[in-house]
T-cell receptor
Framework: NAGVMQNPRHLVRRRGQEARLRCSPM?????VYWYRQLPEEGLKFMVY????????ESGMPKERFSAEFPKEGPSILRIQQVVRGDSAAYFC??????????????FGPGTRLTVL | GENVEQHPSTLSVQEGDSAVIKCTYS??????FPWYKQELGKRPQLIID?????GEKKDQRIAVTLNKTAKHFSLHITETQPEDSAVYFC????????????FGQGTRLTINP
């Protein structure tokens, strides 16, 4: 059973460009979370999605950031018109169906975004 | 919303000694408390977790305790080894509805040989 997959692992963008980060959850997992980690800091929640639905986007900036988890294919975190402050590691996590005994979330390897 | 505070931010112990990391949370509705270990440049990995209906849980050299009344929980690592060196994060969540994790700021643990 493959773990959570993220690509690309490293992404370099110039200011004003768009960044697209992809996440494929573990097999059988229908919940996807995106977290951002600034250098030397903890992980901050951004958005929680189920297939075709955004459940909680309270941690995501209102402008330039969007996320989706289509019926087919990976979840995508999209950052438009990137700025230097967007440079961070973006981690995706997945968990199985809700209502289980735990809310165990498995993390992907992350995408390290560098904005020049 | 939930707020998790973690202390200390750095911790250095001699190999073989014990290490304790403490976290407090603010939302009494939180009922799931995982601990993650993150090595440099790697993904966070779950090492142990506890639900609010349990006061203590142990897995070999690692244990977690939870005090619901005081709203704090702690990670205990005994007989520390060099490979325990990493950044450790505590988190709090509400199980129902598979909700987001709110993380503490992290503790950089260094094991000195």
């Amino acid at each position: 059973n493959a773990g959570v997959m993220q690509n690309p692992r490293h992404l370099v963008r110039r200011r004003g460009q768009e960044a697209r980060l992809r996440c494929s959850p573990m097999k059988g997992h229908s919940h996807v979370y995106w977290y951002r980690q600034l250098p030397e800091e903890g992980l901050k929640f951004m958005v929680y999605l189920q297939k075709e639905n955004i459940i909680d986007e309270s941690g995501m900036p209102k402008e330039r950031f969007s996320a989706e988890f289509p019926k087919e294919g990976p979840s995508i975190l999209r950052i438009q018109q990137v700025v230097r402050g967007d440079s961070a590691a973006y981690f995706c996590a997945s968990s199985p169906l809700a209502g289980g005994p735990r809310n165990e979330q498995f993390f992907g390897p992350g995408t390290r975004l560098t904005v020049l | 919303g939930e707020n998790v505070e973690q202390h200390p931010s750095t911790l250095s112990v001699q190999e073989g000694d014990s290490a304790v990391i403490k976290c407090t949370y603010s939302d009494s509705a939180s009922n799931y408390f995982p601990w993650y270990k993150q090595e440099l440049g790697k993904r966070p990995q779950l090492i142990i977790d506890i639900r609010s209906n349990v006061g203590e849980k142990k897995d070999q050299r690692i244990a977690v305790t939870l005090n619901k009344t005081a709203k704090h929980f702690s990670l205990h690592i005994t007989e520390t080894q060099p490979e325990d060196s990493a950044v450790y994060f505590c988190a709090a969540s509400i199980i129902q509805g598979a909700q987001k994790l709110v993380f503490g700021q992290g503790t950089r643990l260094t094991i000195n040989p």
